[in-house]
């Protein structure tokens, strides 16, 4: 064995191959999709099987894209990942997309949608925040929800309340700057109009959302 080969050897072992984190085989490096991704987290046949598929609309004016429609299995591993609290499952969402929207956002600011106090306590973790670090852009926490009521449980006229339950506290930081507003699934869009209207008073240059999935495909949100 010469000395490259043991080098090569020894840097296979110190490097284990990446392991899928739905199915659990390893990744094989073998195409371009997984060869431009720094650290694959799912296999390709696992990643086919999540059925991603842009799509583009526009609420109030502003552009959103998501990635995804709402429905199994990338649904059920966003709830798996949320109520189950298998933080392990963060590198998927973005899955090979992250360095392709690394690039079409470059220059923006992330800005989360908020999550309640009371749920960030159960869960102990921020679940957009380690979904959209993949992104790779700087992520500005300056939303803040209130503890209220869960939102799937109330009605269209209560709903439109969400908009006394979010605030903004250093707003200025997102004067002149592009803004990304990021959030796992839109629905209403009721929760992204109000922080829409919220991020608006201090004047960015631009702003633009992105969710993972779309609960309502091709659905116009002016209303
Ligand atoms: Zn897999």
Known sequence: MTLFELALKKSQILTPKPVCKICFKTIKCRSLLTFFSTR??????????LNYSFSHSTLNGYKIMSLAEYKPPLSKLLIQYKENRDVELAPIFLSYYSGFL???YFGFSVVLVPSSPQKMKEREFD????IFKYLNLPILK?????????????????RRLVYQKINITRGDTVTGKKILLVDDVITTGSTLKACLNLLKKYRPKKIEILTLMNASPLKEYEK
């Open 102 to 104: 690394h690039w079409k």
């Open 40 to 49: 694959p987290s799912l296999c390709q046949e696992c990643f086919r099987s």
């Open 127 to 130: 679940h957009l925040e380690l």
């Open 142 to 158: 300056i939303l803040t929800k209130k503890d209220g009521q869960e939102q799937k449980k109330t009605s269209a006229a209560q």
